[in-house]
Nanobody, 124 residues
Framework: QVQLVESGGGLVQAGDSLTLSCAAS????????MAWFRQAPGKERELVAA????????YYVDSVKGRYTISRDSAKKTIYLQMNSLKPEDTAVYYC?????????????????WGKGTLVTVSS
């Protein structure tokens, strides 16, 4: 049974940094694309960043380029999202997701597995 468990969310101030983790278990993810999505109150869930597990290739949405970094640790089967220079508009529940098709960028509707999310709140 595939499980994705996010951690690392919290309350920070604008300009601060935060690192989210996603621990993956239940199978081998070598051919997968792993992604971080976020959903702010009243808005649709949107893709933030993605990484192809096998090659390390990455994708970022324009609004986070230069501020966020996605990475993976194959030995720990963990995905990270390093978030710098956080802004109040980054406030959202952040979800980890997996696409067995390995697509970059992956589509929200094409993700095969989802975590339950971790809340990030950025105060001004």
């Amino acid at each position: 049974q595939v499980q994705l468990v996010e951690s690392g969310g919290g309350l920070v101030q604008a300009g601060d940094s935060l690192t989210l983790s996603c621990a993956a278990s239940g199978r081998t993810f070598s051919g997968y694309a792993m992604a971080w999505f976020r959903q702010a109150p009243g808005k649709e869930r949107e893709l933030v960043a993605a990484i192809r597990w096998s090659t390390g290739g990455t994708y970022y949405v324009d609004s986070v380029k230069g501020r966020y970094t996605i990475s993976r640790d194959s030995a720990k089967k963990t995905i990270y999202l390093q978030m710098n220079s956080l802004k109040p508009e980054d406030t959202a529940v952040y979800y980890c997701a997996a696409d067995r098709g390995g697509r970059l960028p992956p589509s929200r509707d094409g993700m095969d597995y989802w975590g339950k999310g971790t809340l990030v709140t950025v105060s001004s």
